[in-house]
C-alpha cells in the first residue's frame, strides 16, 4: 500500500516478520504489522501526515524470530509533527517497535 506523503516530510513504516510459515502468509503478517503501528500513531499520536507502509514478510534470517518480527520506522526528512511523536530534540532518525 503506497500513499502520497507530503513534500516537507517521508515517513515510512516497515513490517517484518519471522522466517516461520509460508512466504505468502508472512507478507500478510509483516503488512498487518505495519498498518498496526500506523493505526496506533494515528490514534495514540494524533499523526496526520501520509505514511508510506510496506509489509516485507521474513526479514534477515541470522535475526531471531523475536527480533524479525518487527516494525521498522523511518523518518527521511524530518517535520516537527513526526519528530514531536519520538523526540523533544528532534534527534531520532529509525525506530524500531517489537
Known amino acids: 500500500l503506497r500513499k502520497e506523503v507530503?513534500?516537507?516530510s517521508l515517513f515510512r513504516v516497515e513490517g517484518f516478520s519471522s522466517?516461520?510459515?509460508y512466504v505468502s502468509d508472512n507478507v500478510s503478517?509483516?503488512?498487518?504489522?505495519a498498518l498496526a503501528v500506523?493505526?496506533?500513531?494515528?490514534?495514540e499520536h494524533g499523526l496526520k501526515l501520509e505514511v508510506f507502509l510496506t509489509g516485507f514478510g521474513a526479514s534477515n534470517t541470522t535475526l531471531s524470530k523475536e527480533e524479525s518480527r518487527r516494525v521498522d520506522i523511518t523518518v527521511y526528512q524530518k517535520s516537527s509533527e513526526?519528530?514531536?511523536?519520538?523526540?523533544?530534540?528532534g534527534t531520532v532518525e529509525k525506530m524500531v517497535v517489537k
Open 6 to 8: 507530503r513534500v516537507d
Open 29 to 33: 503478517l509483516s503488512m498487518a504489522r
Open 82 to 89: 513526526v519528530m514531536a511523536i519520538f523526540d523533544d530534540n
Open 38 to 43: 500506523n493505526d496506533y500513531l494515528r490514534k
Open 19 to 21: 522466517p516461520d510459515g
